[in-house]
């Protein structure tokens, strides 16, 4: 079992090798695959955008098994998502969560657009909106790129929101066994910057 320091530094390591176009492929053989049929051991959480740019196990370089993967449109949280969460932590002990936002999240974007412009967004779409508001009105007076500033604003609402309504995160937070980190895909670049 790793540390929640080793696990992110496997994260990390792999995206060093997508970055350089060198990635392992690790984990993807009907061997491995067949290892897994009764059993995971996932060594991060990553709650992360539904933006197809951005797919953990890709921009990681892990495979079958090494993560376990939360993704809605903004990385939002709802019952099901918490519930998720917890599954990782309490049933499988993972010790790293990620909260992974994006450069020109189109959900940020949208919740943006309804702000500057009093919009009412119909739908889920609304409640997707209404959920990252909060992250940008946090930013609206900054300076700099509005929706940057709330994608950086919306990674550290997660997380605080996860600290909070997941009991499991609380108490492993406290005890050090896992860490929550926050990070930020850079779409251009490829990069992925971590964030206080």
């Known amino acids: 079992m790793l540390t929640s320091e080793q696990a992110l530094r496997k994260l990390l390591d792999g995206h060093q090798r997508y970055l350089r176009s060198q990635p392992l492929h690790l984990h993807q053989e009907a061997g ?6 009764f059993s995971q051991h996932p060594f991060a959480v990553i709650l992360g955008c539904g933006d197809s740019r951005v797919p953990p196990e ?11 993967v939360i993704r809605t449109a903004g990385h939002v949280l709802d019952a099901a998502v918490l519930g998720s969460v917890e599954y990782g932590l309490e049933k499988l ?43 940008v009105a946090e930013v609206q007076d900054q300076p700099g ?22 009991p499991a995160l609380a108490a ?12 930020r ?4 670049t490829g990069e992925i910057e971590l964030l206080p």
């Open 58 to 68: 890709i921009i990681f370089d892990q495979g079958l098994g090494d993560l376990f």
């Open 32 to 37: 491995w695959r067949a290892s897994l049929a």
């Open 93 to 135: 002990n993972i010790p790293l969560v990620m909260v992974l936002g994006h450069e020109r999240c189109g959900a940020v974007q949208a919740a943006v657009k309804a702000m500057e412009t009093g919009e009412v967004v119909p739908g889920h779409l609304g409640r997707l909106v209404a959920a990252i508001k909060p992250a």
């Open 145 to 166: 790129d509005i929706v940057d500033n709330a994608v950086r604003s919306n990674v550290g609402l997660v997380r605080r929101q996860l600290q909070a309504a997941v």
């Open 172 to 183: 492993r937070l406290e005890a050090e066994l896992v860490k929550i980190v926050g990070a």
């Open 185 to 188: 895909h850079d779409l251009d």
